[in-house]
């Protein structure tokens, strides 16, 4: 998430009531989660085992909860708990807005567009040229949506994410500051959702299909002309190729990548990275033509057994 302009260190620091290390006017120009960020984006850490790993990242100000030594060229926000911090700065830079219609006043819809009764379109959303937005479909703040695309009935883009932390006294929220982005001739089945980003976007990519009742977590990239059949849900952080094939009930755990043409079969499971230009199934998925050899094999298995307690 990059900010409307340039932030001074000391100033971003006053909002959050932290401790900085840096000069005053180092420079902020966003905030993001440590998988994207670059250059001038603060990123929170707040155990241990990942200090390191945000201290040596792209981001150039670190929002920490222990005082350690500042690397060259960045800044620290030194806070007791940077994850509520985090969250501070995303309501100041990039806050809910209620809408104040059912079509905000502040939505841009392109020429052609067809919006059908009970359709909520948020505030600043763009809408493209001749897309078809159906009934009760909701497409909330800041989101994109680009041209010719079909947007079926009871579909939610820009939902807020599925991210807490566990505290004493319950979960606690990270707050989503990104946004939903669907490209050109993007297509969502009838009760799909689509998390926004909680820093950055969450994008599907020019000419994908999505089915009815399937889900898109947040800060995931799906690339173009991608089919998903019904009930597939895809966990956050998540990058998909383009042409990528996901047949009914694929489920993919978050951060993973799924390369070009990948054809994953129903109900299979992804827990790790695969390859494009394979076919995969199962739980967890495997290429297909290996995993139909082991059920084979399972199924000869008691025959086996038996002749092995025959010979005994």
């Known amino acids: 998430m990059k900010y409307a302009s340039p932030q001074r260190l000391e100033d971003i620091a006053e909002i959050i009531s932290a401790k900085f290390v840096g000069p005053a006017d180092f420079e902020v120009l966003g905030q993001n989660e440590i998988h994207v960020v670059e250059p001038g984006d603060i990123v929170f850490v707040d155990h241990p085992k990942y200090y390191d790993k ?64 009970g359709a909520v379109i948020g505030a600043n959303v763009v809408v493209g040229k001749d897309c078809i937005i159906h009934a009760n479909a909701v497409i909330n703040y800041n989101c994109v949506v680009g041209d010719r695309c079909i947007i079926h009935s009871n579909v939610v883009v820009g939902a807020e994410a599925f991210y807490y932390k566990r505290r004493e006294e319950g979960y606690d929220k990270l707050l989503s500051g990104g946004r939903a982005i669907l490209e050109n001739d993007v297509e969502l089945g009838a009760g799909t959702t689509i998390d926004r980003g909680v820093s950055g976007d969450t994008t599907i990519k020019r000419g994908t299909k999505i089915d009815n009742l399937c889900h898109v977590g947040h800060d995931t990239i799906v690339g173009e002309d991608c089919l998903f059949a019904a009930h597939t849900g895809i966990a956050g952080c998540t990058v998909v190729g383009n042409s990528v094939t996901l047949w009914g009930r694929v489920g993919v755990s978050s951060g993973l990548h799924i390369g070009d043409k990948a054809v994953v079969l129903a109900c299979s499971c992804i827990s790790k990275s695969l390859e494009g230009n394979k076919t995969y199934f199962g739980t967890p998925a495997e290429e297909a033509r290996g995993k139909w050899k082991e059920l084979a094999a399972i199924r000869q298995l008691p025959d086996a057994l038996k002749k092995l307690k025959d010979l005994s």
């Open 54 to 117: 945000a201290l040596e990242s792209a981001a150039t100000i670190v929002l920490i909860n222990k005082e350690v030594e500042c690397p060259d060229g960045k800044a620290l926000l030194i806070s007791d708990d940077p994850f509520r911090d985090f969250n501070t700065l995303t309501k100041h830079f990039s806050p809910f807005i209620a809408s104040t219609a059912n079509i905000d006043p502040s939505a841009i819809i392109g020429e052609g567009t067809v919006v059908q009764p």
